[in-house]
């Protein structure tokens, strides 16, 4: 028996997953708003600031193709609720470390890099929730709300966090945010679960819709996964290598945009975090105004255009953008334009996604977190490269290098299909493999 339910469970269920994204970006970018007084209690300089950054992105990208295993072996809901307790854990202690003990740098690098493993599972978890639950016309609107998360969350840091430290220091915004965690994680534990079938509440309707918009059903045993397919590829690693130059360019706004403000356009704290929500704006709405046109597009002229046009054209957009933001010489529209930089290049976030639901079908939790892995090595690049480009050669040679890169991102797209499922071209292979070998 299901009860009646106001909108369907999957779209509760996505909100949900809203929210711990929302969480996930509170909580990793925490530390680029606490930064100037953590490293001033610590006596770091900007390069060494630069390795507690990427030290979360070197967990966060060394375990996602192990996060995406378990998010196919234990299911997504069981795998976010213990990925979400663990980053709470994590994000405490980093108020923990004190800055008096012999080796404060190398704690705080590990409570990072133990912080980036825990955040590792979110998305290749919510990515096998996509691919079990939400029908392939829907799934760039899903994509849409959970990673529009990333812009709400980064975008809430500056003036709730800022406000927290300037009234309690910065260690209560750290506290404040393992408890949100928290909350947000048992929050997903209790509303979810990992199949439609398991869901007393998902109605015969819902679930007949679900089932008849999935091209990639998902069988309810746990099918062996193609791992030499999988890394020969051709979309993975064109996903892969554009994602990693995505992540590039998006870590500069989130590891070093409220520095960048503060110390390269000379605006003081306060303004600087009002000025840094910007960018957080405009991905957020980007992110949800991508995924709409990218389910449209696919309505209309099928998932190879709908998925890889709109990327192209995001990333090229963002090269642009990022060229002419860094030459502006008032702060307030060099803000503006590279706002719009950061917002063109989430037109693509939600077809990176959807792009691997669709042609990796129960896979989709492994091949996401191989894409992932790659964006992640990006943003760990960018957090210690970029200061030091800023440092020798100027903030402007900064942002064009990774103008660069947005535009290898946007050539590597055209390579990718999303009508050659994984399992097939194995099934395939497998087949050709036998007649060769029966001759």
């Not at 795998?79 to 190398?106: D, E, M, N």
């Amino acid at each position: 028996m299901t009860w009646p339910t106001v909108v369907p469970v999957r779209h509760a269920l996505v909100f949900v997953l809203f929210l711990l994204s929302t969480v996930a970006f509170l909580d990793r970018t925490n530390i680029s708003i606490a930064g100037v007084a953590l490293a001033q209690e610590y006596g770091l300089s900007k390069v060494q600031l630069g390795w507690v950054f990427s030290a979360f992105l070197i967990g966060y990208a060394g375990f996602q193709i192990p996060a995406g295993w378990l998010a196919v072996r234990l299911g997504p809901r069981n795998i976010l609720t213990l990925g979400v307790l663990w980053w709470g854990v994590f994000t405490g202690l980093t108020a923990i470390v004190s800055p008096t003990a012999s080796h404060a740098l190398i704690a705080l690098i590990l409570v990072r890099f133990g912080l980036g493993v825990g955040e590792s599972v979110i998305y290749p978890a919510a990515n096998q929730f996509v691919a079990r639950w939400i029908p392939v016309n829907e799934r760039g609107k899903a994509n849409g709300w959970i990673f529009a998360g990333v812009g709400a969350g980064a975008g809430l840091t500056p003036p709730i966090l800022n406000a927290i430290v300037e009234s309690h220091g910065w260690r209560a915004s750290f506290w404040f945010c393992a408890l949100v965690g928290c909350l947000v994680g048992l929050l997903w534990y209790v509303a979810a679960r990992d199949r439609p079938d398991e869901h007393p509440q998902v109605s015969d309707v819902e679930r007949e819709q679900i089932r008849a918009g999935n091209d990639a059903s998902m069988p309810a045993t746990r099918p062996p996964i193609p791992w030499r397919r999988l890394f020969a590829n051709r979309d993975v690693w064109a996903l892969t290598i554009s994602y990693f130059t995505f992540g590039y360019v998006v870590w500069i706004f989130f590891s070093w945009f409220f520095i960048y403000l503060a110390e390269a356009r000379g605006l003081n704290l306060k303004t600087s975090a009002l000025y840094t929500m910007l960018p957080f704006i405009a991905m957020t709405v980007c992110c949800l105004l991508g995924g709409v046109i990218n389910d449209a597009v696919v309505k209309r002229h099928g998932l190879r255009w709908g998925r890889c046009g709109l990327p192209v054209v995001g990333l090229l957009l963002t090269a642009i953008f990022l060229v002419l933001g860094s030459m502006a010489e008032s702060a307030g529209v060099a803000t503006l334009i590279l706002a719009g930089g950061a917002g063109a290049i989430y037109l693509a976030q939600s077809a990176y996604w959807s792009v691997t639901a669709d042609f990796a079908g129960p896979h989709a939790g492994v091949v996401s977190g191989v894409m992932n892995m790659g964006c992640q090595v990006g943003g760990a690049i960018t957090a210690s490269l970029t200061p030091w480009i800023a440092a020798e050669l100027g903030w402007t040679s900064a942002f064009f290098v990774a103008a660069a890169l947005a535009a290898l991102g946007a050539v590597a797209w055209p390579l990718v299909d999303p009508t050659r499922h994984l399992d097939s071209i194995a099934s395939i292979n497998e087949n050709e493999r036998g007649h060769i070998e029966s001759e």
